[in-house]
């Protein structure tokens, strides 16, 4: 790999597309995205896409499955030496990841390792589960009169910690999303009880737009009671600010809802 001129031109010319899957209904993919998936000769998907999207695939296309819930093996290393293996030995991978990949998804990461062995790259965006989670529980991010922006922050960091971010974020009267945070509801809890916050509008949406969906909303001071009271587990976003007031049941069926006041 060290000598790229060499494959330079070889045809196909082996590339990588980066393609956000949307948030788990498989309707909300784009356009786009459903093209290059018809073009790929390799995919690679990750474990919250809905695998109904893999019935666009060529049939020949290699579809390998590299999520990374707890107890699987794959990683981050393995993932992008196999972008490049596989795009030198067949042509179009396409990276199909959930929700939108620039969205802590590692998308650009694995866009720089595969330009550093000289693919082409591209990337499609998706629907951000920050954003549709919300929408299906009928809670707009942002809305006249009660909020005019919204953050969206990773409850988890490379080193494991929850995201210094949310303080600042709490001191403002923007609505707050964080994803991968349903470890770090305590945490969030106190945080929020410490700025004066403790009272404000939480909602916690698991499986967002599938027909799984269950959301449990109350205040921020008992997060943790939300999630046992309602069995709310990962995959799940939490939504704190006014606009969980607008939480509706009619969004899709399953959902339940459980006031904690």
Same mark, same amino acid.
């Given at each position: 790999?060290?000598?790229?001129?060499?494959?330079?031109?070889?045809? %196909?010319?082996?590339?990588?597309?980066?393609?956000?899957?949307? %948030?788990?209904?498989?309707?909300?993919?784009?356009?786009?995205?459903?093209?290059?998936?018809?073009?790929?000769?390799?995919?690679?998907?990750?474990?919250?896409?809905?695998? $109904?999207?893999?019935?666009?695939?060529?049939?020949?296309?290699?579809?390998?499955?590299?999520?990374?819930?707890?107890? $699987?093996? !794959?990683?981050?290393?393995?993932?992008?030496?196999?972008?490049?293996?596989?795009?030198?030995?067949?042509?179009?991978?396409?990276?199909?990841?959930?929700?939108? %990949?620039? =969205?802590?998804?590692?998308?650009?990461?694995?866009?720089?390792?595969?330009?550093?062995?000289?693919?082409?790259?591209?990337?499609? %965006?998706?629907?951000?589960?920050?954003?549709?989670?919300?929408?299906?529980?009928?809670?707009?991010?942002?809305?006249?009169?009660?909020?005019?922006?919204?953050?969206?922050?990773?409850?988890?960091?490379?080193?494991?910690?929850?995201?210094?971010?949310? $303080?600042?974020?709490?001191?403002?009267?923007?609505?707050?999303?964080?994803?991968?945070?349903?470890?770090?509801?305590?945490?969030?809890?106190?945080?929020?009880?410490?700025?004066?916050?403790?009272?404000?509008?939480?909602?916690?949406?698991? !499986?967002?737009?599938?027909?799984?969906?269950?959301?449990?909303?109350?205040?921020?001071?008992?997060?943790?009671?939300?999630?046992?009271?309602?069995?709310?587990?990962?995959?799940?976003? =939490? =939504?704190?600010?006014?606009?969980?007031?607008?939480?509706?049941?009619?969004?899709?069926?399953? =959902?339940?809802?459980?006031?904690?006041?």
């Amino acid at each position: 790999m060290n000598q790229l001129e060499q494959f330079f031109t070889l045809d %196909p010319k082996p590339k990588l597309t980066v393609v956000g899957a949307g %948030p788990g209904d498989p309707d909300l993919i784009t356009v786009k995205a459903i093209k290059a998936l018809k073009t790929a000769d390799v995919v690679l998907y990750d474990a919250l896409i809905s695998e $109904e999207l893999l019935d666009y695939c060529k049939v020949d296309a290699e579809k390998i499955y590299v999520g990374k819930r707890p107890g $699987e093996s !794959h990683s981050q290393d393995a993932i992008n030496f196999m972008i490049v293996e596989k795009a030198y030995m067949y042509g179009h991978v396409v990276r199909l990841k959930g929700g939108d %990949p620039f =969205i802590f998804g590692r998308g650009m990461e694995e866009i720089e390792y595969a330009k550093g062995f000289g693919l082409e790259t591209a990337y499609i %965006p998706g629907i951000s589960s920050s954003v549709a989670a919300a929408g299906y529980a009928g809670i707009p991010l942002t809305t006249r009169g009660v909020s005019e922006s919204f953050w969206v922050i990773t409850g988890t960091k490379t080193d494991g910690t929850l995201s210094k971010d949310l $303080e600042i974020a709490l001191q403002t009267t923007a609505t707050i999303v964080v994803l991968m945070g349903m470890n770090k509801l305590s945490q969030i809890s106190e945080i929020c009880k410490e700025i004066g916050k403790e009272n404000l509008p939480v909602a916690i949406v698991q !499986h967002g737009t599938t027909e799984k969906q269950k959301v449990g909303v109350g205040i921020a001071k008992n997060l943790k009671s939300i999630a046992e009271v309602n069995n709310l587990s990962n995959p799940a976003v =939490i =939504i704190l600010g006014e606009v969980v007031k607008f939480a509706s049941t009619d969004i899709l069926s399953g =959902i339940s809802k459980n006031y904690n006041h």
